[in-house]
């Protein structure tokens, strides 16, 4: 059998092909090609190192607070004498967790070889649009398409001049003339090529095409003598426009905001080394925090006893017990918005043990316990400095609407989020959380429950509706 023609595959199977060709720097023919030789042979498990991926749903699934996500480039490597800034410029994308998969043209052959670009991209390099290891299954297809972004760099005169008249004589025009991406132009040429008259017209043509042009530079030449407009840009520079396209800046909505936010637990002390606590793991709340500061607030967490690290980018006050929290709550006012995500403990031993407390033959030490002071009632109806949004939370383990209703009155603030933390929902330490979120409007007591949602989820959430009611309302910044 010279060569394999494969037909009518679904998606899935299709990437699980090129993900594991790819992995294997075979082409997809000769991953076939061993996929059946091990079916042949008996091996158990034939689909390692990857499973078929499932067909993907309508709606994504959320990135986790903080993290980047994965993209990926093609870039075309033309043939000139910048081209040796390529390899820096791989190694730039690759620091920015941006996957690379490179072409190189006849000509830039001449100038970097295929063996230091696959070593720097660890991914096979492509030079011939009839390469039959690739295009049995359209292989300039797949990498005009299976990428997020084209970056050409060095972008040179010849190059440009394929794009703005539809050229597709060799891989790397047939790949440009096939995309449905965007492509970022980084030009590099003589100074008299790139001020010629049909250079400006063929920019000016791929300009009105979309196409994201960076530098050229002004500098000196590889020529003797030469300077000029003409540089290709700086591998960090081109890696910085990339970046930008691939992950535009997001919206912050909160920017100009202070945003108060407690979380966790408070530990109640009964002696040295007792205390009365709760099972709050404070994830919700810092969930918000992070997503608050990604919304471009100024975010002071006041956090009882966890065992997370700090958010990155946001103010946090570590406590212990419910009068550190108030006292720190009100040392940060004032706020534009107010969230009290911390599960407080209601009530202290009025008098802590100023040593360990023994058993004795009278049986087990009275313990008489007092109210700690309410930090959500206490802000929620403050003269001054209160916060224009006040939400509160209302953990309860029956009658959770009702329970949450009379919470709103009762306390006086102008949100409350409840969720049920019973032990059998796993909310409680756990990750996902189902909440309503109780309001007023127009007099009466609106309800707006969330479907089950993982708690980075409940915060992005959260902090859409609070900017969405701060531009509403338009909130005077904090003094």
């Given amino acids: 059998m010279a060569s394999l023609t494969i037909r009518k595959l679904d998606d899935a199977v299709k990437t699980y092909l090129r993900l594991r060709s790819a992995k294997n720097r075979r082409s997809v023919e000769e991953e076939v090609r061993v996929i059946l030789r091990e079916l ?17 749903s309508s709606t994504p699934a959320p990135q986790r607070t903080g993290a980047l996500p994965e993209a990926s480039v093609t870039l075309i490597i033309g043939g000139g004498i910048a081209a040796y800034k390529s390899l820096d410029l791989i190694r730039r994308l690759k620091e920015r967790r941006i996957e690379v998969r490179c072409v190189l043209t006849k000509a830039a052959q001449q100038f970097v070889t295929p063996l230091a670009v696959s070593a720097l991209s ?8 009839f390469d039959p290891q690739s295009e049995f299954d359209a292989g300039h297809i797949r990498l005009a398409r299976d990428c997020d972004l084209i970056v050409v760099a060095p972008a040179t005169a010849d190059l440009l001049a394929k794009m703005a008249n539809g050229h597709a004589d060799d891989l790397a025009s047939a790949i440009l003339l096939a995309t449905n991406r965007k492509v970022l132009l980084a030009p590099a ?11 400006r017209r063929n920019v000016a043509q791929l ?31 081109i890696a910085n426009a990339a970046e930008r396209l691939l992950r535009p800046p997001v919206p912050k909505p909160l920017a100009g905001k202070r945003v108060l936010i407690t979380a966790g637990p408070t530990h109640e002390p009964i002696d040295p ?27 002071i967490l006041v956090s009882g006893p966890v065992d997370l690290d700090d958010p990155a980018g946001v103010t946090v006050k570590h406590v212990e017990s419910a009068r550190q929290m108030l006292e720190q709550v009100q040392a940060a006012l ?9 599960a407080v403990a209601d009530w202290r031993v009025a008098n802590e043990g100023e040593q360990k ?6 049986g087990m030490p009275p313990l008489q316990l007092v109210e700690n002071p309410d930090i959500l009632a206490t802000i929620s109806k403050l003269a001054d400095k209160r916060p224009p949004l006040v939400v509160g939370f209302a953990a309860e383990t029956e009658h959770l609407i009702d329970n949450a209703k009379s919470k709103l009155a009762r306390k006086g603030c102008d949100w409350i989020v409840a969720n ?19 309001s007023r409007k127009g007099g009466e007591i609106a309800v707006d429950s969330w479907p089950v949602m993982t708690k980075e989820q409940v915060a992005i959430e959260l902090v859409a509706h609070i900017a969405r009611s701060v531009t509403d309302k338009s909130l005077e910044p904090a003094s």
């Avoid at 689909?47 to 993907?56: H, I, M, N, R």
């Avoid at 407390?357 to 009278?362: E, I, P, R, V, Y």
């Fill in 40 to 56: 042949i042979e008996g091996r158990e498990e034939p689909l390692t190192p990857f499973a078929v991926p499932p067909v993907p």
């Fill in 122 to 129: 660890h991914e096979r390099v492509y030079t011939d649009l």
């Fill in 273 to 299: 080394v007792r205390y009365i606590a709760n099972r709050s793991s404070g994830k919700q709340g810092f969930a918000i925090a992070a997503a608050a500061q990604a919304a471009g607030a100024e975010v």
């Fill in 207 to 237: 300009q009105r095409d979309g196409v994201v042009l960076i530098g050229p530079n002004s500098g000196e030449m590889a020529e003797a003598g030469e300077a000029g407009v003409g540089r290709m840009s700086e591998a960090i520079e």
């Fill in 189 to 199: 040429m003589n100074p008299l090529m790139w001020n010629n008259a049909a250079t």
């Fill in 357 to 362: 407390l023994k058993k004795t033959a009278a």
């Fill in 420 to 438: 049920d933390v019973s032990p059998a929902t796993g909310v409680m330490g756990g990750d996902r959380n189902t909440v309503h979120l109780i």
């Fill in 334 to 342: 004032p706020a534009d918005i107010a969230i009290f995500a911390a």
